[in-house]
């Protein structure tokens, strides 16, 4: 399967999480809280490659992926790269700058369940969200037992690694994710052209 393809499968995969993750948002009411960047800002969120092969097609369709590829080697911070604090002395509000092309991990966190070692489904949110939206953090564990549609994570991590085995089954730190799918996406153009897609710079 060429990275075009992947790419549009992955894409529709992250479509079809969005809106699996609004109809939730909306039953149960929980939110993240604007500009709260606290999850972002952690030194120990892992993903895989192939969840951030978007990300780095796209840069490679705008001339960026060399460029994206030596900031990430040099940098040593295990902060996610793309999180963009608010200010230098407050971490702990911001942004995603690649909000559109954010990982699985990213989209699930939150709004997704998983099992736990009695295979109970659980949600997997912040501290923030069950603290300060307690009544609907119980809403939604209410859900939950009832069988109510929520993501899963190991539902989703499957369909994914359906797409790429091999770049879908590892789990790096996020970074080291980032810098494997961009080093993917220019070691596969070395020597094809450069691809034919709509809005391509």
Not at 69 to 95: E, K, M, W, Y
Not at 108 to 130: H, M, Q, S
Request: proline fraction near 4%.
């Amino acid at each position: 399967m060429s990275i075009v393809r992947k790419v549009k499968a992955i894409e529709q995969l992250f479509s079809r999480l969005d809106k699996e993750i609004g109809e939730f948002q909306r039953n149960s009411g929980l939110h993240c809280l604007s500009g709260c960047g606290k999850c972002c800002n952690k030194a120990d969120i892992e993903a895989s490659p192939l969840e951030f092969l978007p990300l780095a097609f796209h840069w490679f369709l705008t001339h960026e992926a060399e460029s994206k590829l030596d900031l990430l080697q040099q940098n040593n911070s295990p902060i996610c790269h793309v999180f963009s604090p608010l200010a230098a002395d407050n971490v702990t509000q911001g942004s995603c700058s690649q909000y559109s092309y954010r990982g699985l991990i990213c989209r699930l966190f939150g709004y997704g369940a998983g099992r736990d070692k009695l295979g109970e489904l659980r949600l997997v949110t912040c501290k923030l969200i069950k603290e300060n939206q307690a009544a609907n953090y119980t809403l939604a564990m209410e859900q939950l037992k009832k069988g109510e549609p929520v993501p899963i994570f190991s539902d989703y991590y499957q369909n994914l690694m359906q797409i790429d085995f091999h770049l879908g089954n590892q789990i790096l730190p996020i970074n080291e994710a980032i810098i494997e799918a961009l080093e993917f996406v220019l070691s596969y153009y070395a020597y094809r052209p450069f691809p034919k897609v709509s809005g391509a710079a």
